[in-house]
């Protein structure tokens, strides 16, 4: 009787062990979607298209029994206007009927000189409040952290009152330390807006793309294996870099060329990561005559061709995480 029940014991836990320890996420990534009430398309910000794919994307996700749910990296806007904000909150909410989280980017903030210039604009605060519970709990403090499925996913906020660079608060930084600390079993996930490292480095400005502190930030998620990847916006290029066998994977964006969004599929041994089109084939070659004419883009590369393959980026990328 006794082999029996010792027996019985032994299924029922290679049985959980199996449940748990073959569980996934898949979630979408829309970086970088600059939302505007009414800008127009500019160059290589398509900031019209963006505005009229959101929605049936949202819808097609919310179709999609394969999405978990969906995060937005930052940049939700084109600019911090008061006007927008409830407009997209609203526009997210009647079309997306999955869980989303949001980190803020630094155009969903006002810089100093917005707000010398009198501009009507929200606050990170703003920013924040409106977007509680996405996955905001308190809807005060700009940076999170949340368990889904067995995997730990944090949010950092890595804006400034700047308009490109970025910085992670030392207060965030010792928040930080303190949740991987307390969370050392999970497969963690870190996403932030700003780069935590350089994914072009023949492109002399990369550096303002980063955080200020990203020698701080790097060391931590090196002394902490459980953190397997990092996922930022910002580029709006689908990029991948390898730091201490950590993998930062950079977003590309509905408004710029070729017009993606990204897919990750997460299991504990392995990550799979795709990019997706949108929009038709003349709106994708539009997006490309207008980073061409880009001209803050078109003096970094030789041949328009090498900027175009440059920003078609990524594909897809199947990894492993380290141990
Ligand atoms: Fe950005």
Redesign the pocket.
Known sequence: MKKIVSLVCFICLVLFSTQVFSQSITFAVLS?THYSVSEKNKTWKQFAFARKTLPQLLKKLSHDPGIDFVVFP??LFMDPLASALDPLKTLIDTHLKKPYFVIP???DRPTKDQINEKMQVFSLMDFVKTFKGHPYPDGVTSYWSLDYNGYHLIGLDSTKDEP?SGRVSRAQVAWLREDLKKNRDKFTIIFV??GLDLFCTKLPMERG?TIDNYREVQKIIKNNPQVKFVVT????FSAVRVKDEVYHLTMPTLVTYPLKYAVFHVEQNRVLYQTIKTGTKDQRAKAANGLVEEPYWRKKFKQDADLIRFFEGIDSLTFQPRP
Do not use: A, P, S, V
């Open positions: 970088d930052g940049d980017g630094n155009h490109l807006h700003h793309y916006g910002h580029y709006h």
